[in-house]
């Protein structure tokens, strides 16, 4: 089969359009014919040789796909050659075909075209994890969400409101603050010209928010402390800032009796996969198909054009998710 391969560790330019073994499913996987792809930092960090895959996992980079199911292991039951389904990967998306244990499988909303459905598992399941599973954001509560316009902050803005969150506040450059108002963001803070833990504290009147969702890690530390009501959560799911914290101010984690949680859903247990994914579309499915809730993406590749998909990644240009359409 046709796969995205990697030369060496490198920049976007050691990627390549290539050949390599098609997968064969076990009893309880399923074959898919991949019609999209989507990028993620971490497929940046793996062509760069600073996020090797999970042991078992295919060396091929991308963590998501949709596409049609092309063949079935002789266990699986609830689906058939036919489908039109996406799913969260270990590894393996920059390919034509790839294998996935069957009760991993998110079916595509009649709605949806295969570039859209690509747009779905990784960040939307993401985001339903650290608001769902580890925040626990409750009706009426306040949220500060990093990285508004990435994919990952555009599906927390949609979850958030969709729970009834009672002030969503996000962090983004000033040309993506319409987009993130657009899907529900109350105030939008500037990163770059404002210190969001002032705005935070002004319009909170001092309390600060309930949850944080973080991906910068070192610099934004001390300031989302800070930033925490009573009885606050914030969930760190990247470190694109940095990992080291220089300095610290313990006092307020005490103080206001914080809680701070750190997760990544790529080398989770399968079982662990299976349940948020159940859990996920029970929540969802229905709201995508009444378009509570939507995909958000920037730009659309041929996946030809990998490295040029993965310069604009870098770049932080892109609103939303950049999708592959493969094959």
């Known amino acids: 089969m046709k796969a995205i391969l990697l030369k060496e560790p490198g920049g976007p330019e050691q990627l390549y359009l290539g050949e390599t073994k098609k997968p064969i499913p076990s009893s309880h996987e399923v074959l898919i014919k991949v019609k999209a792809t989507a990028l993620n930092r971490a497929d940046t960090l793996q062509r760069m040789g600073k996020y090797p895959p999970p042991f078992g996992a295919s060396s091929i980079i991308g963590l998501e796909v949709s596409g049609i199911i092309e063949a079935v292991g002789e266990q699986v039951k609830e689906w058939k050659v036919g489908d039109k389904v996406c799913a969260l990967l270990a590894g393996g998306g920059y390919a034509e075909f790839v294998t996935v244990h069957s009760q991993c499988l998110i079916s595509i909303p009649n709605v949806f075209d295969f570039e859209k459905a690509a747009a779905i598992p990784e960040v939307f399941l993401t985001a339903f994890q650290a608001l769902f599973y580890l925040s626990k954001l409750q009706k009426g509560e306040s949220i500060?969400?990093?990285?508004?316009?990435?994919?990952?902050?555009?599906?927390?803005?949609?979850?958030?409101?969709?729970?009834?969150?009672?002030?969503?506040?996000?962090?983004?450059?000033?040309?993506?603050?319409?987009?993130?108002?657009?899907?529900?963001?109350?105030?939008?803070?500037?990163?770059?010209?404002?210190?969001?833990?002032?705005?935070?504290?002004k319009i909170t009147e001092g309390k600060g928010v309930d949850v944080i969702i973080d991906f910068l890690a070192a610099p934004y530390f001390q300031k989302n402390i800070n930033s925490l009501n009573f009885d606050g959560r914030m969930v760190m799911l990247a470190l694109m800032g940095g990992w080291k914290v220089e300095e610290l101010i313990l006092a307020n984690i005490l103080r206001k009796r914080l809680h701070i949680m750190g997760s990544t859903l790529r080398a989770r247990t399968i079982e662990y996969k299976i349940g948020l994914i159940n859990d996920f579309s029970d929540y969802a499915l229905k709201r995508f198909t009444k378009g509570e809730l939507q995909p958000v993406i920037d730009s659309i590749f041929d996946w030809s054009d990998v490295a040029d998909a993965h310069r604009l990644m870098e770049s932080n240009k892109n609103s939303g998710k950049i999708i592959l359409k493969v094959g």
């Open 144 to 201: 500060l969400i990093h990285a508004g316009a990435s994919g990952v902050g555009t599906a927390a803005i949609q979850l958030a409101k969709s729970l009834g969150a009672k002030q969503i506040i996000v962090t983004a450059s000033a040309g993506k603050h319409q987009i993130c108002q657009d899907l529900g963001a109350d105030v939008t803070i500037d990163y770059k010209t404002q210190n969001f833990e002032e705005v935070v504290a």
